[in-house]
């Protein structure tokens, strides 16, 4: 258990309460910066036909009857990025939402079974316009908290500061000495070998059984990661167009793609795309993640064909999804997620 004694419990709620109220502050604060600018908040079902396409996310399975007892499975989102999309092709410039969403398989300091999801969306927008909302959103959740720094385990950020703008490729060259462009064919295809190769060459464990993705991944989490948002914000750009499944081709570089993360303090912090609005690409790159996740966990989601449909009258768009929870916690100087949320979910076994 996260605490020695029930959340519930008066004395226990009592040291909990002020960061809280200041998740509250932050909340409100959010919600006034997004209609000055004209979002409308809008609101997206929990339970959808396919709780999104990617590899190594996990939902929450159920089922739904009708009166007659006829069931159909259903999922609750891991995001509600497919509704909305839907509702930019319904018409919607400007969008925001915070959504409650659920991931199995997760729970950690930084890692919860339900949380929140704050995204937003831009139509007809580049997603650069969402780098200066993010600095923006960084500075307003500290005033609301009333801090000049956001933290985490020790470390520090100044939200006043510009990010940095660092590219994927930059930060394997820099921090990893890894040649990561050299391991991408001229279509943006990965070489898994060359990646592998260098790899162990600056030190990293790579498994005989290791994807390329996992070779990545692996450099992320251990050599990158823990370098970034030290001091100001990091903004990480431009990946590999295999680890964007939802995001376009840079327009100078077909090997990378309009795909970013926002680091603080060491945590991932937002993730945010340039969209991809081509359906039958979208459906090829959902039918491969789905054909990797029946091979490492012997399960696949269904595609949601109705999101398919609807990418083929959205514009063009931006848009990204920013954990609520934890930039709540970077705000107030908590070290677990658990000490943001007003009721967390009970661990199994509890």
């Known amino acids: 258990m996260p605490y020695a004694s029930p959340w519930w419990r008066p004395d226990i709620h009592a040291d909990r309460r002020p960061r809280l109220m200041a998740r509250n502050r932050i909340t409100a604060a959010l919600r006034g910066f997004f209609a000055e600018r004209d979002f409308v908040e809008v609101e997206t079902a929990g339970l959808q036909v396919s709780p999104g396409n990617e590899t190594h996310l996990h939902a929450f399975a159920t089922q739904a009857l009708s009166i007659d007892g006829t069931a159909a499975d259903l999922y609750l989102h891991t995001s509600p990025e497919f509704a909305c999309k839907k509702l930019l092709a319904a018409g919607e410039p400007r969008i925001a939402t915070f959504a409650r969403v659920w991931r199995n398989r997760e729970r950690g300091p930084l890692h919860h079974p339900e949380f929140t999801m704050l995204e937003w969306y831009r139509a007809g927008e580049p997603y650069e316009a969402l780098m200066r909302d993010c600095r923006d959103i960084l500075a307003l959740a500290a005033e609301a908290a009333g801090t000049r720094a956001l933290t985490f385990r020790g470390a520090s950020c100044d939200p006043s500061m510009?990010?940095?703008?660092?590219?994927?490729?930059?930060?394997?060259?820099?921090?990893?000495?890894?040649?990561?462009?050299?391991?991408?064919?001229?279509?943006?295809?990965?070489?898994?070998?060359?990646?592998?190769?260098?790899?162990?060459?600056?030190?990293?464990?790579?498994?005989?059984?290791?994807?390329?993705?996992?070779?990545?991944?692996?450099?992320?989490?251990?050599?990158?990661?823990?370098?970034?948002?030290?001091?100001?914000?990091?903004?990480?750009?431009?990946?590999?167009?295999?680890?964007?499944?939802?995001?376009?081709?840079?327009?100078?570089?077909?090997?990378?793609?309009?795909?970013?993360?926002?680091?603080?303090?060491?945590?991932?912090?937002?993730?945010?795309?340039?969209?991809?609005?081509?359906?039958?690409?979208?459906?090829?790159?959902?039918?491969?993640?789905?054909?990797?996740?029946?091979?490492?966990?012997?399960?696949?989601?269904?595609?949601?064909?109705?999101?398919?449909?609807?990418?083929?009258?959205?514009?063009?768009?931006?848009?990204?999804?920013?954990?609520?929870?934890?930039?709540?916690?970077?705000?107030?100087?908590?070290?677990?997620i658990e000490d943001v949320l007003w009721a967390p979910v009970p661990e199994v076994g509890s």
């Open 162 to 336: 510009e990010p940095e703008r660092v590219s994927v490729a930059d930060a394997f060259s820099q921090i990893a000495g890894i040649d990561l462009l050299a391991t991408l064919d001229p279509a943006g295809a990965p070489d898994r070998d060359a990646l592998a190769g260098r790899a162990r060459h600056a030190g990293i464990r790579v498994a005989d059984d290791d994807t390329w993705s996992d070779v990545f991944s692996r450099v992320i989490v251990e050599r990158i990661e823990p370098r970034l948002g030290h001091g100001r914000a990091t903004i990480l750009d431009e990946y590999p167009t295999s680890q964007a499944a939802l995001a376009r081709p840079a327009p100078h570089d077909p090997r990378v793609a309009e795909r970013f993360e926002l680091y603080v303090c060491g945590v991932e912090l937002a993730n945010a795309f340039g969209e991809l609005t081509e359906a039958g690409e979208q459906r090829r790159r959902f039918q491969a993640e789905m054909d990797e996740k029946m091979r490492i966990y012997g399960e696949r989601y269904p595609l949601d064909e109705t999101f398919l449909a609807a990418l083929k009258i959205m514009p063009e768009a931006s848009g990204i999804a920013l954990g609520l929870d934890r930039l709540v916690m970077l705000a107030t100087g908590a070290s677990r």
